[in-house]
């Protein structure tokens, strides 16, 4: 039996679950499970991205994409999505979970921090450790009572390893990592299955979200080759599409240019040269 054939067989008929999902990695795994035939249920805060991804998909792939406003640090919000989502998958239920909304704010350092800071530490961990946990516990529950399902958590190089500007970042992303493992361990028994991805350098948005600044957003990439939203997505489309019967526990996927957190090859351009 083909990969394609076990994936089919595995969730047909399903529907996956996708958080952060306007753009990045979050729409490149909305793409690689559309083009698998697995109809979607997309949630971010910018719904016009959410729009028109869900239009494009539906177009190219022939699935059925519902898109609906989520803010995982809202309450309210993940119980309208979780609602709407469920709506959308009726009988079947939700199959596959793929919890990427998260971001990184800001590098300052713990000694010279200030009050801006702090509201920066309090963003990061509401939104990739409380939003996580919300999102989670809104839909593992009929996962569980299907017997069927797979919850995808994005994780990061930053929780395996820490630098400098990075600490309440790298927290954060610690924390998905062992949330991630005490929830496999609370899953022991059932059929549900959780996966943590930890890429390192992704080109996305994800620097200019942290650094708000074009050019210094471009200079964490300068010289190197980062990987790509989609690589990320191959990660998350080969997880999701093996047999039931098997649980990849844990991904750490990084560019060949870099061997660590704070250890990257840069090569010499010609405006270096």
Known sequence: MSQTEEFAADLEGGMAVITGASA???AAVAARLA??????VLGARRTDRLESLAAALTQE???GVCAHALDVRDSVSV??????AEDFAGDRGVAVLVNNAGLARGVARIPSATAESEDDWAEMFDTNVMGLLRVTRRFVADMVARDRGHIVNLGSLAGIETYEGGSVYC?????VRVITRALRLELLGTRVRVTCVNPGLVETEFSLVRLQDADQAAGVYAGMTPCTADDVARCIQWCVGLPAHMSIEEIQVQPVDQASAQ???RRKTDAST
């Open 171 to 175: 927290a954060t992303k610690a924390s």
């Open 24 to 26: 990045g990695i979050g």
């Open 61 to 63: 792939h022939g699935v």
């Open 79 to 84: 119980e309208a999505f979780a609602q709407a």
């Open 263 to 265: 250890k990257v090859h």
């Open 35 to 40: 083009a698998r035939g697995l109809d979607l």
